[in-house]
């Protein structure tokens, strides 16, 4: 068992010495009993169950950017090779744990479905290349539509890009995924300065310079999960629960004192 907020146990020492103090008075060992029952339920008091070694481990579908902007060399080597360096760094970290992988640029298709082989997943990242993309563009939301075709209940999703999609709006395939209790991670790599692209085959100082910058705070935004309108912070809350809490325990003995004088 464990507490979200401990601290209001320490209630339970003055309420035990004033029981003790008192314990031949029923009424004052019920007042004591009922307020320290208070206490441990403003505690928070919660059951942990140990996970089992046999317990599945929910998969992590990964959603990834291969559009020709990720050829970006404003990070080394370049904003491709990063994305798939980080997979591989996940892929050694979380070992045995089921990942798949979802590839979009103009159009998205079905790298791997979730598989806890990580050599071959990294043979088949290693091929990626926007150069074979028979579809130009970056279509975010073409990923995530295919997504939700084989999405399972208890899956992870995990957006890796530059931020240069365009296309269809990802924002109600996100906001569907959240409200089915999925949750999202977002990985941005280039940085926030344009820079120019290379070129798309032979070098030819005739072609028309192709730029790109990376928003970085675009792809944050993916895993941000937007409070809902009119919705009180957490932290008032907690406030209004805590000044609550403080008001019954004073009332509790207020209540016990003018008890005893009337008797």
Do not use: N, R
């Given at each position: 068992m464990s507490f979200a907020t401990p601290a209001w146990l320490l209630l339970a020492l003055p309420l035990l010495a004033w029981a003790a103090w008192r314990w031949r008075e029923a009424r004052v060992a019920c007042d004591a009993l009922g307020l320290l029952c208070l206490a441990v339920a403003l505690s928070g008091p919660r059951l942990e169950r140990a996970a089992s070694r046999g317990t599945r481990v929910a998969a992590c579908r990964i959603v990834l950017d291969v559009s020709r902007s990720m050829l970006a060399q404003d990070v080394a080597p370049s904003r491709l090779a990063q994305a798939i360096a980080a997979i591989a760094a996940r892929l050694e970290r979380e070992e045995g744990r089921?990942?798949?992988?979802?590839?979009?640029?103009?159009?998205?298709?079905?790298?791997?479905?979730?598989?806890?082989?990580h050599a071959a997943l990294r043979e088949l990242l290693a091929d990626l290349a926007p150069e074979r993309v028979m579809v130009a563009g970056s279509d975010l939301a073409?990923?995530?539509?295919?997504?939700?075709?084989?999405?399972?209940?208890?899956e992870e999703l995990w957006l890796l890009g530059d931020g240069e999609w365009e296309g269809g709006d990802p924002a109600p395939l996100l906001a569907q995924a959240r409200a089915a209790g999925h949750r999202i991670e977002a990985t941005s790599f280039g940085g926030a300065v344009a820079?120019?692209?290379?070129?798309?085959?032979?070098?030819?100082?005739a072609a028309t310079v192709e730029w790109t910058q990376a928003q970085p705070q675009r792809v944050a935004a993916l895993a941000a999960e937007p409070p809902p309108r009119g919705a009180t912070p957490a932290t008032d809350k907690e406030r209004w629960v805590t000044l609550?809490?403080?008001l019954a325990f004073l009332l509790a003995l207020l209540s016990h004192r003018l008890g005893g004088r009337t008797t």
């Open positions: 089921p990942f798949g992988v979802i590839a979009f640029a103009g159009e998205a298709w079905t790298v791997a479905p979730p598989t806890a082989d073409a990923g995530l539509a295919l997504l939700q075709q084989s999405l399972q209940p208890d820079v120019a692209l290379p070129p798309d085959g032979e070098p030819d100082p609550c809490a403080l």
